[in-house]
């Protein structure tokens, strides 16, 4: 089955400086990549997602990148706020007819100090 | 358009004790998803339904774990007997298999602490 790593666990940066987390999945059938916000005691809510046959899909301050040959994508979110603070999940998963399940990665704390 | 409901909230239970969890997922999607998470950790599949038969139950601890989808739209999971290990956010989420999307929705999910 899918296996996702996250990287790194916790992150801590300034207001106005950028945030990466990278991520590395096995299963080379694997479509679809989308991230997840989670705030304390919330549910996960997406943030950004990307499919395979793109390479990099941005929205406002927040962007992800994939690269399929080496299996790993990565989440980049720029000019971070302290309401970014958040537990952030990447997954991965293969979408088709059926819309399989998502396998998630162990989540990195981000803590942006004002 | 309503989103993933769950209840209950919050449950705290005994070890050996059973409880259940219901959820209804958003009005027309055909698949509904079960996940444990445990503090600290990414959320991990336990059943995935499409409409009302399973699709994926292979990490469902099946000696005390059940779950069923009648008539393909609400769903339950259940616990007989509980263990200590099983404290965790039970999280139901849904996706159509219909169009372009792929989004899977999540319920607020179900804290359970069992002691």
């Known amino acids: 089955g899918e296996n996702v790593e996250q990287h790194p666990s916790t992150l801590s940066v300034q207001e106005g400086d950028s945030a990466v987390i990278k991520c590395t999945y096995s299963?080379?059938?694997?479509?679809?990549f989308p991230w997840y916000k989670q705030e304390l005691g919330k549910r996960p809510q997406l943030i950004i997602d990307?499919?395979?046959?793109?390479g990099e899909k941005k929205d406002q301050r927040i962007a992800v990148t994939l690269n399929k040959t080496a299996k790993h994508f990565s989440l980049h979110i720029t000019e971070t706020q302290p309401e970014d603070s958040a537990v952030y999940f990447c997954?991965?998963?293969?979408?088709?007819?059926?819309?399989?399940?998502?396998?998630f990665g162990s989540g990195t704390r981000l803590q942006v100090q004002p | 358009e309503a989103g993933v409901a769950q209840s209950p909230r919050y449950k705290i239970i005994e070890k050996r004790q059973s409880v259940a969890f219901w959820c209804n997922p958003i009005?027309?999607?055909?698949?509904l998803y079960w996940y444990q998470q445990i503090l600290g950790q990414g959320p991990k599949l336990l059943i995935q339904?499409?409409?009302?038969?399973?699709?994926?139950d292979s990490q469902l601890p099946k000696d005390r774990f059940s779950a069923e989808r009648l008539k393909g739209v609400d769903s339950t999971l259940k616990i007989q007997p509980a263990k200590l290990e099983d404290s965790a956010v039970y999280l139901c989420?849904?996706?159509?298999?219909?169009?372009?999307?792929?989004?899977?929705?999540f319920g607020p999910g179900t804290r359970l602490t069992v002691t």
């Open positions: 299963d080379s059938a694997s479509n679809y």
């Open positions: 997954a991965a998963s293969l979408r088709d007819t059926g819309r399989r399940a998502l396998t």
């Open positions: 990307i499919r395979s046959n793109v």
């Open positions: 989420a849904s996706s159509t298999i219909q169009g372009y999307s792929y989004e899977q929705y």
């Open positions: 009005s027309g999607h055909a698949t």
């Open positions: 339904f499409q409409n009302n038969g399973v699709v994926d």
